[in-house]
C-alpha cells in the first residue's frame, strides 16, 4: 500500500511513461534546440486523453482524478518539460476555469475541442506592467451592447503561438480597482487577434511562449466567463489548481535528473572508483532522492485533497514552492556530478538545469508562494 | 466474420529471485506486471478484431496479484478478462499450468484463435503455448508475426531462424506472437479509469471450470525445480566513457582491434 497512489494511478504512470519514453524522449533534445512545438506528438497526445485530464467523459474528456492528472505532467516533464508545460497550462489555468466558471452553453461549445486536444488553451495574464501583481493589468475591455471592445497586450504566454482558446483577463470597469477586473475568452482567428514573436527562452524551449495582443478585437459578450468583476477570483481558483501542475512537473525535471546523476556516477571512475563510491557524490545523490520523494509526496497530498473535496490552497503552494525549489537544486547538484559534462548539450542534465530554473518563477514566484503560505499559516 | 479470440497472459515478478531455492519473492501489484512477451499477442489480437470483428478475451492463471495485469489487458482494449486464481493452483509447472489454462479455453466456450507470448519474462520456457495447443488437440504456429484471414482460413506468417514461414491454418488455431509481431498498445488515461474503476475482471477457483485439482499446483505437477544457480557470464560488459564524440572514437577503435573492421 502506497499513500494517494491506488492500482489504477500506478497504471497511469506506467502506461503514461510507455509512451513519453517511446515517443518523447527520442526528440527531446532537439525540440529544445530547435524551439519547435513537437505536433507529431501532441496530435498523439490528444486521443489519449492528455488534453482533458479531468474533463467528463460527457464533454470529451477523460474524467481521471487530479492524482491521475499530477502523474501526467510529472511523467511529460521527466522526459520533456516544455511539454509537460503545455499540458499543465492548458489542463489547469484553461480547461479548468471553463469548467468551473463557464455556464452550460459555453462549456458544451468551448470545452469539447480542448479537451480532446484539437484546440490548445491559454492563461493570458500577465502584462508588462503586471506580473505577480495581477490587479495591476492594464488590458481593456470596453461593452459595447453585444460585444467587448478589447485592448490587451499579454506577454509570456504559455502555448502563445498554437493556442486557439485563450482565457484573457481584462478591465471591464476601470474605476473599479480589483473588482473592475474579468476573463474573456479569446479566440484565435478573430480579427485583432495578433500573435507576437516567440519568446527566446532560456529553457521550456519547444514551448511556444510568445505575446498575444488583441488590437480593437470584438469578443461577443457570450464569451464572458462568470460574471463581471470576477477576474481576479477566477485567476485565484485557475492558479491553486496550476500550481499543482507546475509542483508536478518540477517533480519530473527533479527525477529526470536524479536519474541521469545515479546513470553517470555508476559509470564515471575518478582516482580508481566509480564516483558514486565517493562519499561527497553519494551524499549529494541521498539528498537529491530524499528531496525529489519530499517534493512528491507534498504534490500527491494537495492533489489527493482537492480530490477528496478538502481545502488545498495552502498545501499547493507548498507542493509548488518546494517541487519548484527541489528541481533548481536537484539539476544544479545533478549538472555537479557530470563535472564539466554537465555543462556541455552532450548531457541531458544541463537542459534540466535550464528548464528548472523557471518553475520557481511561474504561475507565481517562490516569494509570492511563501506570502501565500504564510497568510495560510498565520492568518 | 467475427472472431472470438483468447490471448493467454501472466503477471510477471520484476525482481530475479534470490538464490536460495524455495525463497519464493513475494508476490505484490508493486513487483508484478503484465508481461512484456504477451503485449505483441495482444496487440494482434486487438487489431485483428478490430479489422474483423470480434471479441478479444484475456485469460490468466495466477495469484490474486495477477488481477492487475488483467485490468491492464482491459485498459488496452480487451473485452473480457478471466483470472483462474486458486490457492489449490499454486506450485504449478508449466504442465499443469497448461492444463488449467486449457480447462479454462474450453470453459470460455468456442474460440478461433488462441494466442500466447513467446515466452515469459520470468521463466523463459516458452513451453506453455505449444503444450496447450497439444493437449487442446489444435494447429499451432510459433513466433507469428501476423495473422491474416483469407476466405475463410489465416494465413499465418512466423519468423523463426531467419526465415519468414507462412502458413495456412483453419480456426481453430493456435499461436505463439514473435516479440515483433505487432505495433505497440497505447493506452487512453479513460480506458484506464474504466477498466481499473470497475470490477470486470472474472476470478474462479479451479472448481468454478471444472478443474481436477489432482492435476494442478505442486501435487499435479511432474515436474520440480531441485536447485537453482546463476549462471557464469561468459561476456564482460564494460563502459566507454566521455563525450559522445569521444565514445564512438573508442568504440570504433575497439571494434577495429576486435578484427570487425579494417
Ligand atoms: C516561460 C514562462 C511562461 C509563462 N507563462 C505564462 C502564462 O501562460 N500566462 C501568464 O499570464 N503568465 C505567464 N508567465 C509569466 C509569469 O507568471 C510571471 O513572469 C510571474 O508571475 C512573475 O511576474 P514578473 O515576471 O512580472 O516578475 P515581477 O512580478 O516583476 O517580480 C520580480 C521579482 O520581484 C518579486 N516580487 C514581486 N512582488 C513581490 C512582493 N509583493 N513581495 C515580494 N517579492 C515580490 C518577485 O518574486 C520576483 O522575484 C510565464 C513566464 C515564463 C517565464
Known amino acids: 500500500m502506497e499513500p494517494f497512489f491506488s492500482e489504477k494511478h500506478h497504471a497511469v504512470k506506467r502506461l503514461v511513461r510507455a509512451f513519453?519514453?517511446?515517443?518523447?524522449?527520442?526528440?527531446?533534445?532537439?525540440?529544445?534546440?530547435?524551439?519547435?512545438?513537437?505536433?507529431?506528438?501532441?496530435?498523439?497526445?490528444?486521443?489519449?486523453?492528455?488534453?482533458?485530464?479531468?474533463?467528463?467523459?460527457?464533454?470529451?474528456?477523460?474524467?481521471?482524478?487530479?492524482?491521475?492528472?499530477?502523474?501526467?505532467?510529472?511523467?511529460?516533464?521527466?522526459v520533456c518539460a516544455g511539454l509537460g508545460l503545455a499540458v499543465s497550462v492548458h489542463n489547469s489555468v484553461c480547461v479548468y476555469p471553463l469548467l468551473t466558471f463557464g455556464n452550460d452553453e459555453q462549456r458544451q461549445r468551448l470545452v469539447p475541442p480542448l479537451a480532446r486536444g484539437e484546440k490548445i488553451g491559454a492563461f493570458c495574464l500577465t502584462e508588462p506592467n503586471a506580473g505577480s501583481d495581477a490587479s495591476a493589468i492594464e488590458a481593456t475591455a470596453i461593452d459595447q451592447g453585444d460585444h467587448y471592445l478589447v485592448n490587451a497586450n499579454k506577454v509570456f504566454v504559455t502555448n502563445g503561438a498554437v493556442a486557439d482558446t485563450c482565457l484573457m483577463f481584462v478591465r471591464t470597469d476601470p474605476a473599479a480597482g480589483r473588482k473592475g477586473i474579468s476573463v474573456l475568452v479569446a479566440q484565435r482567428?478573430?480579427?485583432?487577434?495578433?500573435?507576437g514573436e516567440l519568446e527566446d527562452l532560456s529553457g521550456m524551449r519547444c514551448n511556444p511562449v510568445s505575446s498575444i495582443r488583441l488590437v480593437d478585437c470584438a469578443i461577443p459578450k457570450?464569451?464572458?466567463?462568470?460574471?463581471?468583476?470576477?477576474?481576479?477570483?477566477?485567476?485565484?481558483?485557475?492558479?491553486?489548481?496550476?500550481?499543482?501542475?507546475?509542483?508536478?512537473?518540477?517533480?519530473?525535471?527533479?527525477?529526470?535528473?536524479?536519474?541521469?546523476?545515479?546513470?553517470?556516477?555508476?559509470?564515471?571512475?575518478?582516482?580508481?572508483?566509480?564516483?558514486?563510491?565517493?562519499?561527497?557524490?553519494?551524499?549529494?545523490?541521498a539528498d537529491m532522492a530524499t528531496q525529489v520523494e519530499a517534493a512528491r509526496l507534498l504534490v500527491l497530498r494537495a492533489s489527493w485533497l482537492k480530490d477528496n473535496g478538502a481545502p488545498f490552497t495552502k498545501e499547493s503552494a507548498m507542493a509548488k514552492l518546494f517541487a519548484s525549489e527541489t528541481a533548481s537544486i536537484v539539476a544544479d547538484m545533478a549538472v555537479q556530478i557530470h563535472g564539466g559534462y554537465g555543462f556541455s548539450k552532450s548531457y541531458p542534465v544541463e537542459r534540466y538545469y535550464r528548464d528548472a530554473r523557471v518553475t520557481r518563477i511561474y504561475e507565481g514566484t517562490s516569494e509570492i508562494h511563501r506570502m501565500v503560505i504564510a497568510r495560510c499559516v498565520s492568518g | 466474420m467475427a472472431l472470438n479470440i483468447i490471448v493467454c497472459v501472466k503477471s510477471v515478478v520484476l525482481e530475479a529471485p534470490s538464490a536460495a531455492l524455495g525463497s519464493s519473492v513475494e508476490r505484490t501489484p508493486r513487483n508484478s506486471v503484465l508481461n512484456p512477451f504477451d503485449r505483441p499477442a495482444l496487440a494482434l489480437a486487438l487489431e485483428l478484431a478490430k479489422e474483423e470483428g470480434g471479441l478479444v478475451t484475456t485469460l490468466s492463471m495466477g495469484p490474486p496479484v495477477s488481477c492487475w495485469a488483467l485490468?491492464?489487458?482491459?485498459?488496452?482494449?480487451?473485452?473480457?478478462?478471466?483470472?483462474?486464481?486458486?490457492?489449490?493452483?499454486?506450485?504449478?509447472?508449466?504442465?499443469?499450468?497448461?492444463?488449467?489454462?486449457?480447462?479454462?479455453?474450453?470453459?470460455?466456450?468456442?474460440?478461433?484463435i488462441l494466442l500466447f507470448g513467446s515466452r515469459t519474462a520470468d521463466s523463459d520456457t516458452g513451453q506453455v503455448g505449444p503444450q496447450a495447443s497439444a493437449l487442446l488437440n489444435k494447429p499451432f504456429v510459433g513466433m507469428a508475426s501476423s495473422i491474416i484471414p483469407k476466405e475463410g482460413i489465416f494465413l499465418v506468417e512466423s519468423l523463426t531462424d531467419g526465415f519468414?514461414?507462412?502458413?495456412?491454418?483453419?480456426?481453430?488455431?493456435?499461436?505463439?506472437?514473435?516479440?515483433?509481431?505487432?505495433?505497440?498498445?497505447?493506452?487512453?488515461?479513460?480506458?484506464?479509469?474504466?477498466?481499473?474503476?470497475?470490477?470486470?475482471?472474472?476470478?474462479?477457483?479451479?472448481?468454478?471450470?471444472?478443474?481436477?485439482?489432482?492435476?494442478?499446483?505442486?501435487?499435479?505437477?511432474?515436474?520440480?525445480?531441485?536447485?537453482?544457480?546463476?549462471?557464469?557470464?561468459?561476456?564482460?560488459?564494460?563502459?566507454?566513457?566521455?563525450?559522445?564524440?569521444?565514445?564512438?572514437?573508442?568504440?570504433?577503435?575497439?571494434?577495429?582491434?576486435?578484427?570487425?573492421?579494417?
Open chain 1, 20 to 78: 513519453c519514453e517511446r515517443e518523447i524522449a527520442p526528440i527531446a533534445k532537439d525540440i529544445d534546440a530547435q524551439a519547435r512545438f513537437p505536433w507529431e506528438v501532441v496530435d498523439k497526445m490528444g486521443p489519449l486523453g492528455f488534453f482533458g485530464i479531468q474533463v467528463p467523459s460527457s464533454l470529451g474528456g477523460a474524467q481521471m482524478d487530479t492524482v491521475s492528472y499530477a502523474i501526467v505532467v510529472e511523467e511529460l516533464s521527466r
Open chain 2, 71 to 112: 485490468c491492464e489487458t482491459l485498459a488496452l482494449g480487451a473485452d473480457r478478462a478471466v483470472l483462474i486464481s486458486d490457492k489449490k493452483a499454486a506450485g504449478s509447472d508449466t504442465m499443469a499450468t497448461t492444463r488449467v489454462l486449457a480447462k479454462a479455453v474450453n470453459w470460455l466456450g468456442p474460440w478461433d
Open chain 1, 222 to 285: 457570450e464569451n464572458l466567463l462568470g460574471r463581471q468583476g470576477m477576474g481576479l477570483a477566477i485567476g485565484l481558483t485557475a492558479l491553486d489548481t496550476g500550481r499543482l501542475g507546475i509542483a508536478a512537473q518540477a517533480v519530473g525535471i527533479a527525477q529526470a535528473a536524479l536519474e541521469e546523476a545515479v546513470r553517470y556516477a555508476n559509470q564515471r571512475r575518478q582516482f580508481g572508483v566509480l564516483i558514486g563510491k565517493h562519499q561527497a557524490v553519494g551524499s549529494m545523490i
Open chain 1, 189 to 195: 482567428g478573430t480579427p485583432g487577434f495578433i500573435t
Open chain 2, 164 to 262: 519468414v514461414e507462412q502458413y495456412l491454418a483453419n480456426a481453430p488455431f493456435a499461436a505463439s506472437v514473435h516479440p515483433n509481431a505487432a505495433s505497440v498498445l497505447d493506452c487512453a488515461l479513460a480506458s484506464i479509469r474504466q477498466a481499473f474503476d470497475s470490477d470486470r475482471v472474472e476470478v474462479l477457483t479451479l472448481a468454478d471450470i471444472g478443474m481436477d485439482e489432482a492435476f494442478a499446483g505442486e501435487k499435479g505437477s511432474p515436474t520440480r525445480v531441485i536447485s537453482m544457480t546463476p549462471a557464469p557470464k561468459a561476456k564482460k560488459c564494460a563502459f566507454i566513457e566521455g563525450g559522445a564524440n569521444e565514445q564512438a572514437q573508442a568504440l570504433l577503435e575497439k571494434i577495429r582491434d576486435a578484427g570487425l573492421l579494417f
